[in-house]
């Protein structure tokens, strides 16, 4: 059992010092299994029956130093909601009997002291349990237990006559029992300052000399076991759920709302931009698994219906639909919609009244990166950002509220669940963190009575990483916008900005961006919402020319369009320090400042911008905390004064904002971008990094070769490594012969790496592609390769706008069953094993080389004629191989909504001959 698969429910640690301890608490656990920490340390995690606890159950030894140290290993391993020391004690006096039960209501030290010639002069210590522990066992073992204070020493007490019981008498006369672990783990709980500990004791003898008879006679394992049952009784009590406030879900609900329909882009927080509400535009997925196609939903792009539980391949991924679709991954690329698209889902689901709709949470991956309860996580995250649910839990209080841990610990609604927005899994740049978060998600969609469901976003991740979620988790591509989606999207961005000639900019627009660099980089919501704003400033000037008195600068000429990716985002943020300095923020700084003279408010905006660098950087390479490099404060500025000016500054930059009270960058690229710029700053350090990436060597290539191109094993990060190729130019570094270097011995793999580049709006010599997409020319037509290698190839190859592969395509498509992919059969009466394994890998194959062909399918503004046959290579494959019918639901699609009815017609031929091969009825 994983520590991830632990955190399924709450969890407590029992710890004990002695086998019979150990085995009595054990007999409570059902489905027992192991845990060991990576130092060795072991456990045994169960359930206890009836509640939603998770118990882990250790035999540490004896001794305080013992159980000090492994109080402290519990507790950041499994991060418990209580810790409980449970076992036998020697008691002290006349009144506790053996076979009683203690609690300790104080814990002394009793070794503590100073021998002087006057005597032994005590230096007691004494520690208090976990007030909610205490208060809870009170409840649950009332006229069971005494509540009484213990003595801890490193000795097993046999004679009440002896100087150490005499010691106890005359200085800690108050402790009714004496053990020997119980210290250690109060000091260890209390330093933490937020383990809730508690001690239960058992009483086996009276500390005397008939200690050992009463051992013999079984006075253990009894004091044990009545220790153990008081312990078990506890945790029932603490597994009574808290009453929810009512009044809980409307200031979740009215407090979500008012943050919702913000646009998640950058640069945007602090400019007058429209409600998002007011310029999304649902798009269209595809899926990552051949799935059977719900037949509610139609395939064009322009209508989309209601939640259906499953949706079409090309069926636009509307609000409604995703809000009640249950677990669900969606990837994208740089920029490609997805924070877009939770914040739609966050809206519709918070003004969605039905007793039964899921009730949205919008939280990022990171606050998952732990083995944090679920409820506490979300309700930290919660009060973090939108402040506290309830006027009657202190603002100061350190911890959240109990009562909104309790609101997302059960459904928010008798039949109604929580849907868990959860933004960028591919942020999270260790590995080992983003499984935490993976296993996370997996155990809730395992878990058929969960209370949350998730709708994750991600750039796209290594299929390996992917496999870590369930097989239930529904898994879709966001795809860019065709020419029609991003026409409607520009009227409407210049509509909510009052511009009167909507129609016209938008046409204008795009006929700037269709034989760019960037033409087809700008078919993502992000990089179409940057270069609108951009446009629309573009056609000010143009027209008017600055407005007196705006303050707009005149340093970035906007009338003279990017050439490349990274130029377009040096134009972008370039514009916005402008209007920041215009903006008058040399004059607020000033202010903030008591008037202080030029030099310290250029010395406040230049650290500014170095944190703003190093923020980026870290986030990038995931280079620990996002702590700044020490800078000195300016002595005539009080600190606490400096640091908010510094804040203000940086959010003031409309780069960054505000999130569970931390600044984080508005969008991931954004931050890839700024690091690549911060590191330009340093040649040498840029020409390493650049011959880093582009390195050519034997292994290199052979990576190259063998990685699959499909997205979601690409060889290097493709959004970073181009902004790494966009400043590499203007440095006077050569890419040039690394990039046909690449080409030359990485074959295809290395040529669809040059090629996305190219496509992504990367700088590129044109010799350097032409050969990328020879080459690609001669995979595509080369019936020896894989049939995964072959369709990848021709999808680039025409998103190119190379007619070599539609005509690729076309041979293809006339025999799609020869196309290469080893082909196993599960052996009839061994459905596991060998056999099976081969099979499943094939399967995988295969929906990858249909996610490929769903590419080319679902793009309208591909030629008619190669969307066309791609449908009937995806059909004759999955018809032979995989027994779907999203071959069918494609020709479907494209049989009554091609444009050219050529393309219709040629598609209903298909589509017969289809269902006649399958025995299928023609209105199946």
């Not at 099979?839 to 295969?846: A, E, I, S, T, V």
Request: hydrophobic fraction near 45%; glycine fraction near 6%.
């Amino acid at each position: 059992m994983s520590e991830a698969e632990v955190r399924r429910g709450p969890t407590a640690v029992i710890l004990t010092a002695l086998p019979v301890e150990y085995e009595a608490v054990r007999a409570h656990f059902t489905d027992v299994e192991t845990l060991v920490h990576s130092s060795g340390t072991r456990a045994e995690c169960g359930r206890l029956a009836g509640t939603p606890w998770y118990v882990a159950i250790a035999e540490i030894g004896e001794g305080t130093l013992t159980a000090a140290t492994l109080t402290e290993r519990f507790h950041t391993w499994l991060h418990p909601q209580a810790l409980l020391f449970v076992g036998v004690a020697g008691g002290l006096k006349d009144d506790i009997k053996a076979g009683d039960v203690v609690v300790a209501t104080k814990v002394y030290g009793i070794h503590g002291g100073r021998q002087t010639p006057q005597g032994f002069l005590v230096r007691p210590r004494a520690w208090h349990p976990s007030h909610r522990l205490e208060q809870a066992a009170r409840h649950a073992l009332r006229g069971k237990a005494h509540f009484k204070p213990i003595a801890v020493g490193d000795i097993v007490l046999a004679d009440a006559a002896s100087a150490i019981a005499r010691h106890l008498m005359e200085h800690y006369n108050d402790a009714v029992a004496i053990e020997m672990e119980g210290a250690g783990v109060a000091h260890a709980a209390q330093l933490t300052r937020t383990l809730d500990a508690l001690i239960i004791r058992g009483i086996s003898d009276n500390a005397d000399a008939h200690k050992h008879e009463l051992d013999a006679g079984g006075s253990q394992s009894n004091a044990a076991h009545n220790a153990a049952d008081a312990a078990v009784a506890l945790l029932r009590e603490l597994a009574a759920p808290l009453p929810k406030s009512p009044e809980l879900l409307p200031a979740y609900l009215r407090k979500a709302d008012l943050t919702a329909d913000r646009h998640p882009s950058p640069g945007l927080a602090r400019l007058p931009v429209p409600a998002l509400s007011a310029v999304y535009r649902p798009q269209r997925s595809i899926g990552l698994v051949s799935q059977t196609a719900s037949p509610g939903l139609d395939a064009r792009a322009d209508q989309y219906g209601p939640a259906t539980g499953r949706i079409a391949d090309g069926a636009v991924l509307h609000p409604s639909t995703m809000l009640n679709v249950g677990n669900c991954l969606v990837l994208a690329g740089p920029g490609g919609g997805k924070s877009s698209l939770l914040r739609a889902v966050l809206l519709e689901g918070l003004r969605n009244s039905e007793a039964a709709a899921p009730v949205p949470v919008l939280l990022p991956a990171r606050a998952l990166a732990n083995n944090h309860p679920l409820p506490l996580v979300i309700a930290c995250h919660v009060e973090a950002e939108l402040g506290r649910l309830s006027e009657q839990y202190p603002s100061t209080a350190a911890e959240p509220d109990p009562n909104t841990i309790a609101l997302f610990a059960s459904r928010p609604r008798p039949n109604a669940h929580w849907l868990l927005l959860v933004d960028a899994l591919d942020e999270i740049i260790d590995p080992v963190q983003r499984r935490v978060v993976l296993d996370r998600l997996r155990a809730l969609a395992e878990d058929d009575a969960s209370a949350h469901h998730f709708l994750v976003t991600s750039r796209p991740l290594q299929c390996w990483e992917l496999e870590h979620l369930s097989a239930t988790v529904d898994r879709r591509e966001l795809q860019p916008f065709d020419r029609a989606e991003l026409r409607t999207f520009a009227v409407n961005w210049f509509k909510s900005r009052n511009v009167p000639l909507q129609d016209r900019d938008a046409e204008g627009l795009l006929a700037l961006t269709e034989h760019s660099n960037y033409a087809a980089m700008v078919r993502v919501p992000l990089m179409a919402t940057i270069l609108c704003y951009l446009h629309q400033e573009r056609l000010v000037k143009e027209r008017t020319g600055p407005a007196p008195g705006n303050g707009h600068p005149t340093a970035v000429d906007v009338t003279q369009p990017p050439n490349s990716r990274g130029a377009l985002y040096e134009w972008f943020t370039d514009l916005l320090h402008e209007q920041q300095v215009a903006a008058g923020l040399h004059e607020r700084v000033r202010a903030a400042l008591k008037d202080c003279d030029d030099r310290l408010v250029k010395n406040a905006i230049a650290q500014a911008g170095r944190r703003i660098a190093e923020m980026a950087v870290r986030q990038v390479s995931d280079a620990g905390p996002q702590a700044y490099q020490e800078e000195p404060c300016p002595q005539s500025v009080p600190p606490p004064v400096w640091e908010a000016v510094l804040r203000d500054i940086m959010l003031g930059t409309g780069l960054l904002t505000e999130q569970a009270g931390q600044l984080v960058f508005l969008h991931h690229t954004l931050a890839e971008y700024l690091a690549v710029r911060h590191l330009a700053n340093d040649r040498q350090a840029l020409a390493r990094t650049v011959r880093s990436v582009l390195k050519t060597g034997r292994l290199q290539s052979l990576r190259l070769r063998l990685a699959h191109w499909q997205s979601y094993e690409r060889p290097e990060g493709d959004s970073y490594t181009g902004f790494l190729l966009d400043r590499a130019t203007p440095a006077v570094i050569d890419c040039a012969a690394q990039l046909r270097r690449i080409v030359a011995l990485a074959g295809a793999g290395g040529s669809a790496f040059v090629v996305r580049q190219h496509l992504l709006g990367t700088r590129i010599e044109p010799d350097v592609v032409k050969d990328a997409v020879d080459m690609l020319t001669k995979e595509a037509r080369n019936p020896k390769a894989m049939g995964w290698a072959r369709i990848a190839a021709i999808e680039l190859l025409i998103k190119c706008g190379d007619d070599r592969g539609a005509d690729a395509l076309a041979a293809v498509a006339a025999r799609p069953l020869r196309l290469q992919i080893p082909r196993h059969r599960v052996p009839a009466e061994l459905p596991f094993g060998a056999g099976a394994a081969d099979y499943l890998q094939d399967q995988k194959q295969y929906r990858l080389l249909l996610t490929d062909l769903s590419r080319i399918v679902y793009d309208p503004d591909l030629p008619g004629t190669a969307r066309v046959h791609a449908a009937i290579t995806m059909e004759a494959v999955e018809r032979k191989h995989v027994h779907g019918r999203s071959g069918l639901d494609a020709l479907h699609a494209i049989s009554i909504s091609a444009p050219d009815p050529q393309d219709r017609k040629t598609a209903r031929c298909a589509l017969a001959n289809a269902r006649h091969s399958r025995g299928t009825p023609p209105s199946a």
